[in-house]
């Protein structure tokens, strides 16, 4: 799925007139009646209504905003970056900068016969080396770069039973709806955060931890968007659960338990 604020050039909140100015002057520009001569103008004008159709219907565009959030958290939250979190003797990853790479073969004088020479031996040693010792598998990798957890990120230890992380705050306490996380069908505990769509980003509103095979029951909860983000401790790998979306309970005082299963 695109990002369809950025296919109609527009901010994520550009009001109704914004949007649709915007989507009747790249009709104009785009239409295939005036590009005759570009066939590319057909595809742009496809995405252009799509773009249009969402971001045009309120519910429609509520689930696309939701979408670019969740987006948005899963790429926080990568399980490598998280790894390095909590290890503290990590290297660092260095990322090379222009100048790391703006070096030219006329800057290196006649010597660049000789480069070129030895970087062929040493790519030819490699497939050797590699044909020798094959390189380990994706889990094999994952493994390495992954380990047990001790602590929870915020550096404080993990409670002896299910129950809120100390150091975390527990926020937007409202409404008599709950969510019930089992852990019951995991052999490792978990450290689990809940978060909420709050102002166009989701926003981390409960961590607690659940011993394996125990459940935790987070009370309190509103009508809303979110979302769940839990690591296995026996591991450090991350997942996250489907979205979920609660509404219309506040008003209707109808609250709910909702299940989610690990």
């Given amino acids: ?35 005759p001569h570009n066939p590319q103008a ?15 219907d309120p519910e429609k565009r509520h689930h696309h905003d939701v979408w670019i959030a969740r987006q948005a958290l899963q790429a926080h939250i990568a399980p490598e970056l998280l790894a390095r ?17 703006t070096i030219t073969l006329n800057e290196r004088g006649h010597g660049w016969v000789w480069f070129i020479a030895a970087a062929i031996l040493v790519v030819m040693g490699m497939v050797w080396w ?61 450290f689990a955060q809940l978060y909420e769509l709050h102002d166009g980003k989701f926003t981390a509103i409960r961590s607690f931890y659940i011993p394996a095979g125990e459940t935790f029951i987070i009370p309190k909860i509103g009508d809303g968007d979110f979302s769940l983000q839990y690591q296995r401790i026996s591991d450090g790998k991350w997942a996250v659960s489907d979205g979920i979306q609660i509404k219309n309970t506040e008003a209707s005082r109808k609250y709910q338990d909702i299940d989610i299963r690990l």
């Fill in 1 to 35: 799925m695109q990002n369809y604020y950025d296919v109609l050039n527009v901010a994520h909140n550009a009001s109704d007139e914004v949007i649709r100015a915007a989507y009747r002057a790249l009709s104009q520009k785009y239409h295939p009646d005036r590009n």
């Fill in 42 to 56: 057909h595809q742009r004008m496809t995405e252009i209504n799509q773009a249009y159709a969402v971001l045009s």
């Fill in 85 to 101: 979190k909590h290890s503290p003797f990590a290297a660092p990853v260095h990322l090379p900068n222009q100048h790391d790479q």
């Fill in 130 to 190: 590699r044909q020798l010792y094959p390189a380990p598998t994706t889990s094999q990798q994952s493994k390495q770069v992954t380990g047990p957890v001790t602590i929870a990120p915020n550096g404080h230890q993990f409670p002896l039973k299910a129950a809120y992380v100390t150091g975390y705050p527990v926020l937007r306490q409202r409404g008599d709806n709950r969510i019930v996380v089992h852990a019951t069908s995991l052999q490792s505990a978990v």
